[in-house]
């Protein structure tokens, strides 16, 4: 990065322990500042948020502006603000959707490399899932080996990214009246590649100027991440590398081990990371570490790529997002390897002022200061070997080392299926415990509490806040992404954490075994929620169609567009969705109310936005509230033990 000009006027730095709740977080901070790093603690306070982009009303799509646009003053094209706005809410799923797709893409191709026997260091570890999957493409399993039906479903995968007519696949998995609902509004997507090309065309210079017309395509576009590429990640995924089952691991910057060559991997795909957990395990790179004066090799994982071998591999976590600059303060990380989405491009710049190396490994991704390497998947098992030797070598470089010693148990790995499980047993696996307890009123509702960090707003605080008043009100709740981190950091995935939750849950949770908060995975692993969702459907009680159960989501610190896409595949699939920090149209009082209103009788799911955790929780809870009464859940119907008394005078009736 260039100098500072001399007359650059520098903000100063807030207070750390204003801008996160994590105290091994505020230690970095400090630290980072008298390294002389910088980090996004700090540029946040230096970038002031322009209120035309923040609130959507800035369009961008053609040189006859870019045009800052309001209610009463419109673009040079005479766009109206509800125009701009939806158009850059579109965009923002198109985006997202696009991020999570591609890497089910690269998924699917990975998925199909070894199936051909050109890429070793990769198997099938879930038959099972590969059986169902091969079912819904409608393959038929008779006469093919586990290879053949391997090369089978991938490529039936691969298609759907790129179909034209038709409907994706995984569609047929959501309830019924779900469906129904779809095809009768026109958005079943047809294949992931065209609902994402369309939504960028309808949003370009003069196409689609209609804002109700263009949020029903971005209904379309979201539902090609939720129900397809954010889908097909995870089920190839769980196939590649097992569908997890719960575990035991640790959580926070703790975890970089003094004494051990630490390599820190982050982003969001696990594919060539899932080799270098098997490969760090070969006694040749073991013997390496050792003879460098380490004691072993700790791969440490940071936001999704973090929850992706957390889940099922148990690997650490060092930290969630606004972390990934911190690990690097503390002079310990040999080398952090990054793949794609949520990788500041400051990593090298921090990494100067220690022994850090950043490598990246992605087709799609380079950043300047940063190693390149390429991984392929015939190329995994040697890249693996070449990229721990370099960290190794890195060892012995290091400067002062200076590990914050906050750690934290946390329990993790709750698949849909799992879930099943734990609540059924394996033989008669069902969500019906669920059913019952939400029922009975054990269970008041269910949340999935997901999404990013945010500097604008105080790291880890709204999450955790919010969690634990949902818990208190016996509300279930299912995290992903950074904000499982941030609930894990805080000792809410422990069994024990139901010290926090109220007497009905706690009752629940006690019984089966289960924290009160359950780690459902990573970002493309929203897709899991929507599963549960359409299990708790189809197991019967709660209504016909996933708007009629008591649950809500929400990603109270978000940043990323890809919470957007996934905001808006809840709500198309009928789901109440709040937002903290800010919301992207609030620029436009018609299309947010369009958004927060009108859209429920569309699909049966809207949004809402709320920064105040408590009121966050406040409005989710008013809704499940709502939802029960609905369903005629909303008494608590107490169990009678009749005496003699009472049983004959029903014998008589
Ligand atoms: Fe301005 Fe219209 Fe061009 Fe957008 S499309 S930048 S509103 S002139
Ligand atoms: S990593 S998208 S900051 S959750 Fe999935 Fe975290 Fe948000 Fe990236």
């Known amino acids: 990065m260039k100098e500072r000009e001399n007359n650059e006027e520098r903000k100063p730095q807030i207070a750390p322990e204003m801008q996160t709740s994590c105290s091994a977080s505020v230690k970095m901070i400090n630290k980072v500042v008298k390294d002389g790093a910088e980090t996004a603690f700090q540029r946040v306070a230096d970038l002031k948020k322009c209120p035309f982009g923040s609130s959507g009303t800035c369009c961008q799509v053609c040189n006859m502006g870019p045009c800052r646009v309001s209610e009463t003053r419109a673009g040079v094209c005479g766009a109206e603000a509800s125009t701009v706005a939806a158009r850059n809410f579109g965009r923002m799923v198109a985006a997202g959707t696009s991020a999570h797709s591609d890497h089910g893409r690269e998924v699917a191709m990975t998925f199909l490399a070894p199936a051909k026997g050109e890429a070793p260091g990769y198997e099938i570890r879930d038959e099972g899932k590969l059986f169902m999957v091969a079912d819904i493409f409608g393959i038929d399993p008779a006469g093919k080996n586990k290879k053949d039906l391997a090369i089978a479903v991938g490529e039936a995968a691969l298609a759907e990214f ?22 009768k509004l026109g958005i079943v997507p047809r294949g992931i590649d065209r609902e994402i090309v369309e939504m960028l065309h309808r949003t370009s210079i003069g196409v689609d100027q209609d804002y109700r017309h263009i949020i029903t395509h971005s209904l379309r576009t979201a539902l090609a991440d939720g129900w397809g590429g954010s889908m097909l990640a995870t089920e190839l995924q769980d196939i590649m590398f097992g569908t997890p089952i719960p575990l035991r691991a640790r959580v926070n910057l703790g975890v970089l081990k003094e004494n051990e060559v630490n390599i820190i991997i982050h982003g969001h795909e696990p594919l060539l990371p899932e080799v270098m957990v098997t490969v760090a395990r070969e006694a040749e790179m073991q013997e390496l570490a050792k003879k460098a004066g380490a004691k072993g090799i700790n791969i440490a994982g940071i936001c999704c790529t973090a929850n992706e071998l957390l889940m099922r591999r148990g690997i650490p976590v060092a930290g969630n997002f606004l972390q990934q600059e911190l690990a690097i303060a503390t002079g310990a990380v040999d080398l952090m390897i990054v793949d794609v989405q949520c990788i500041m491009q400051s990593l090298p710049e921090v990494a100067k002022c220690y022994h850090t190396e950043v490598v990246t490994t992605s087709q799609r991704a380079q950043i300047k200061g940063a190693t390149h390497v390429e991984f392929h998947p015939h190329n995994a098992i040697e890249l693996a070997r070449e990229l721990i030797k370099k960290a190794i070598a890195n060892y012995p470089k290091r400067g002062k080392v200076d590990i914050p010693k906050e750690e934290m148990d946390l329990v993790a790995g709750f698949s849909h299926e799992t879930v099943n499980y734990i609540l059924g047993g394996r033989f008669r696996a069902s969500y019906r415990p669920l059913n019952d307890n939400v029922i009975n009123g054990r269970i008041r509702g269910v949340v999935g509490v997901v999404g990013c960090n945010n500097p604008r707003v105080k790291a880890d605080y709204a999450h955790t806040t919010l969690v634990k008043e949902l818990i208190a009100n016996n509300v279930l709740v299912l995290t992903t992404g950074c904000g499982a981190i941030a609930c894990a950091k805080e000792g809410l995935l422990i069994p024990e954490a139901i010290e926090y939750a109220g007497s009905g849950l706690k009752e629940v949770c006690e019984a ?140 008589v009736v």
């Open 512 to 651: 089966v075994g289960i924290p009160p908060v359950i780690h459902m995975g990573s970002c493309v692993d929203n897709s899991r929620l929507l599963i549960a969702a359409t299990e708790m459907v189809k197991e019967g009680g709660l209504g016909e169609d996933i708007s009629q159960v008591p649950l809500a989501g929400c990603a109270p610190e978000w940043m990323s567009e890809k919470a957007v896409a996934i905001g808006q595949y809840f709500v198309a699939s009928g789901v109440k969705v709040g937002f903290g920090v800010s919301f992207p149209t609030m620029g436009s009082e018609i299309l947010s109310d369009f958004l927060f209103k009108d859209i429920e009788e569309l699909v049966g799911g809207s949004w809402f936005c709320e920064p105040d955790p408590f009121e966050m929780a406040k409005i989710l809870i008013e809704h499940i509230d709502g939802k029960r009464r609905a369903l005629g859940i909303d008494r608590k119907k107490e169990r009678v033990l009749y005496d003699m008394e009472m049983r004959r005078r029903l014998e």
């Open 162 to 183: 790129g179909k034209q007519e038709g409907e994706i696949n995984f569609i047929k998995r959501a309830p019924q009246t779900r469906q129904e609902l779809w095809r």
